[in-house]
């Protein structure tokens, strides 16, 4: 019987100290911020932070501005123009000037990777000018605008345009010697004043080069260095007849072998790819027809290819490894990689590409 009464008494006091949460932190005591943007350079930073200004209406918001010569200081000088305390948890979108990305990312995030609270799932992206005219959106957005910032830059994933790069993976590849980080390239709509995307913002190491590939070229960078994700729709124009004929195109799979071959100093890489495709547009059609589709193949490759060669050419001349060929280097031909710095090698090497595409559905005509 003592027994009992100790164990019961025991059971009441744990009970009893754990029924609150020493670092419980209550909504109404927080601005939660969804967005940051970031402008400056070392000694002279600059950010904004958006947060909800409306319980019931989620598209109204507040940006705060904060000044100072670190990261932190910023924070802090923000922090102090709010009622409540700044709470980064459902941080989704860090928007990075391209001037100030051309400094050290990584010293700049630093204060995200320390902090408990941050989410290593926010996307980041780089913003063609101040990162703030992206956080004073005129026309009026459908959502939350940390949800619309995600949301937006998530769609381009799925379309295979962008790889999936988040705070987390950003640090994973600005220290990997075999492949370059590449973020979204944000610019604000001259029309209707909201953001589109421009493609891939290309990195060497920790610095944005300054270069950036087209939303056709980061496709094809984002299919050879990460694959393809749900869907991928490419769009040509054919000269037939003396016309424009639009060919329009979603690639099933998109299947790479990879060659390297020295030659003393010279060094080679071969793709080869192959690429089963279903016609979404072609008004001539007759694609029932043999010669039809082997002719419209031809051009199909012959575009492909011409569109990853622009893209290669453009990636060595910002020494920026995008497609992860370096991790290949690294992994199956480790003498040619200890040979010199990869970076030095990367520039200068010859890279070539064989495609074969195959219609294997013409689509459905009604």
């Not at 940051?36 to 507040?62: E, Q």
């Not at 932190?72 to 305390?85: F, G, L």
């Not at 300054?210 to 769009?235: Q, W």
Request: charged share 30%; glycine share 6%; hydrophobic share 35%.
């Amino acid at each position: 019987m003592r027994k009992v009464i100790f164990f019961f008494l025991i059971g009441s006091l744990s009970s009893l100290f754990l029924t609150g949460c020493w670092d419980q932190r209550l909504y109404k005591d927080l601005s939660v911020i969804s967005v940051v943007g970031l402008n400056g350079h070392p000694g002279d930073y600059k950010a904004y932070y958006a947060y909800p200004s409306s319980g019931s209406d989620p598209t109204k918001y507040i940006v705060l501005e904060g000044k100072g010569k670190t990261p932190k200081e910023v924070r802090i000088n923000a922090n102090k123009k709010t009622e409540q305390t700044m709470d980064l948890a459902e941080l989704t979108t860090i928007l990075v000037s391209e001037d100030t990305a051309k400094d050290d990312l990584y010293a700049l995030l630093d204060i995200y990777y320390r902090s408990a609270v941050s989410p290593m799932t926010a996307r980041v992206a780089v913003t063609e000018g101040s990162s703030r005219k992206f956080l004073e959106l005129k026309e009026s957005i459908p959502k939350e605008i940390g949800e619309y910032y995600f949301d937006f830059i998530a769609s381009f994933e799925q379309g295979t345009i962008f790889p999936k790069t988040n705070l987390e993976t950003s640090a994973n590849l600005i220290f990997n010697e075999g492949r370059d980080l590449a973020l979204p390239y944000l610019k604000i709509n001259g029309e209707n004043k909201l953001p589109e995307t421009q493609g891939l913002a290309l990195f060497n190491g920790k610095s944005y080069t300054g270069e950036y590939l087209s939303l056709r070229e980061s496709t094809f960078a984002t299919l050879l260095g990460y694959g393809k994700s749900k869907i991928v729709e490419l769009s040509y124009l054919m000269k037939k007849d003396r016309k424009n004929v639009s060919v329009g195109f979603n690639a099933i799979r998109f299947k790479k072998n990879m060659k390297v071959t020295q030659d003393g100093d010279n060094i080679k890489v071969k793709y080869d790819i192959y690429m089963p495709i279903v016609m979404t547009e072609y008004p001539p059609d007759h694609l029932d027809r043999k010669h039809v589709r082997k002719k419209l193949e031809k051009f199909i490759e012959d575009s492909v290819e011409k569109d990853i060669i622009k893209m290669f050419k453009k990636s060595q001349k910002a020494s920026s490894d995008v497609s992860g060929i370096g991790e290949y280097i690294r992994a199956y031909y480790p003498r040619l990689w200890k040979e010199g710095k990869w970076k030095e090698i990367y520039k200068d090497i010859k890279i070539e590409t064989k495609v074969r595409v195959e219609i294997v559905r013409s689509g459905s005509i009604r």
